[in-house]
């Protein structure tokens, strides 16, 4: 007995012709025969229903079997890039782990999960240290060509070039008899001589000192206000209780940082504010205007005259 779930649409009214008789025409044997099979070559003979039902069967089995085999084709076909990609990738990542180096930001090299040797660091780069070059201003603490040679030279060049060069801050005066100076804008110039003495004394690194003074610079008329001096040493850093000491102390340390930088200046022949020498020669002169600049006041032309002077020392 056939299955007529698996069997075509349309195949039920030729099994009851092939029933009811033993031979049929050639062309009811050829619509009875299932698909794919071989047509009759005995056109006087019709296959039985049980051999028909049979050939059927098998003939939808296979055909089933081949559909699956078809859609389990189909995925794997499908899912086959995607499994050669990650073999691929696995194979890369281990290949390159195993094979590289790691660069890190300072130019040294090490391998990967090993200790640095050394035959993996970068050969270091030795910069030259030069002499440092002599940079000098001789100023006056009251004095508004001061506050012009330090605002457009002096500073913006130690900003550039501060670790290559040895900068002092010498004053200008007249020492007196009596172990006294003699200031051009009288007492208060003197005092305000002092503090800035005292301030490069106790804070010998020039971006500390050199800022406390210019600050004071920015209002050279109110030198030596007490509210002006505090405020620049808070602004600074400036331990005021230790300037105070220094700028009073009853030994006279005050007056005689004043007396000895007077004293420089005079020993080096410089009586105009602001002169700035550079490697113990006059450079350029703020007296009102920029005077005697052979290289030219521009930052530029320092820097360069200064960074060629530390190649050369």
């Known amino acids: 007995m056939s299955n007529p779930s698996i069997m075509p649409p349309g195949f039920s009214e030729k099994k009851e012709h092939a029933s009811e008789s033993t031979s049929a025409p050639l062309a009811d044997s050829k619509r009875d025969q299932p698909f794919n099979s071989p047509h009759q070559t005995d056109s006087?003979?019709?296959?039985?229903?049980?051999?028909?039902?049979?050939?059927?069967?098998?003939?939808?089995?296979?055909?089933?079997?081949?559909?699956?085999?078809?859609?389990?084709?189909?995925?794997?076909?499908?899912?086959?890039?995607?499994?050669?990609?990650?073999?691929?990738?696995?194979?890369?990542?281990?290949?390159?782990?195993?094979?590289?180096?790691?660069?890190?930001?300072?130019?040294?090299?090490?391998?990967?999960?090993?200790?640095?040797?050394?035959?993996?660091?970068?050969?270091?780069?030795?910069?030259?240290?030069?002499?440092?070059?002599?940079?000098?201003?001789?100023?006056?603490?009251?004095?508004?060509?001061?506050?012009?040679?330090?605002?457009?030279?002096?500073?913006?060049?130690?900003?550039?070039?501060?670790?290559?060069?040895?900068?002092?801050?010498?004053?200008?005066?007249?020492?007196?008899?009596?172990?006294?100076?003699?200031?051009?804008?009288?007492?208060?110039?003197?005092?305000?001589?002092?503090?800035?003495?005292c301030a490069a004394h106790l804070y010998p690194e020039p971006r500390i000192y050199l800022g406390f003074v210019m600050c004071l610079s920015n209002d050279y008329r109110e030198i030596p206000d007490e509210a002006l001096v505090k405020g620049c040493a808070l602004e600074h850093a400036v331990d005021i209780q230790k300037l105070n000491e220094c700028a009073g102390s009853a030994d006279g340390m005050g007056m005689g940082l004043l007396r000895d930088s007077v004293q420089r200046s005079i020993n080096v022949g410089v009586r105009a504010s602001c002169t700035v020498r550079l490697n113990n020669e006059v450079y350029c002169v703020h007296d009102g205007d920029w005077k005697n600049c052979p290289n030219g006041p521009g930052v530029n032309d320092l820097v360069i005259e200064i960074e060629k002077l530390y190649r050369d020392s």
Do not use: W
């Open 44 to 197: 006087n003979s019709a296959p039985s229903s049980t051999q028909t039902s049979s050939s059927r069967l098998q003939t939808a089995n296979n055909m089933g079997v081949q559909s699956q085999i078809q859609a389990r084709g189909a995925g794997s076909a499908r899912n086959r890039p995607f499994a050669v990609a990650l073999t691929v990738a696995v194979v890369l990542y281990f290949a390159f782990t195993m094979t590289t180096r790691v660069f890190d930001f300072r130019g040294f090299t090490s391998t990967a999960c090993h200790h640095q040797t050394s035959s993996d660091a970068a050969p270091a780069v030795v910069e030259k240290v030069g002499k440092l070059v002599p940079l000098e201003a001789h100023v006056m603490s009251k004095c508004p060509d001061t506050r012009a040679c330090l605002r457009e030279l002096v500073l913006p060049a130690m900003e550039r070039v501060s670790s290559k060069v040895d900068f002092t801050l010498t004053f200008l005066g007249r020492p007196t008899e009596n172990d006294g100076v003699d200031c051009m804008h009288g007492p208060p110039e003197c005092m305000g001589n002092i503090l800035e003495l």
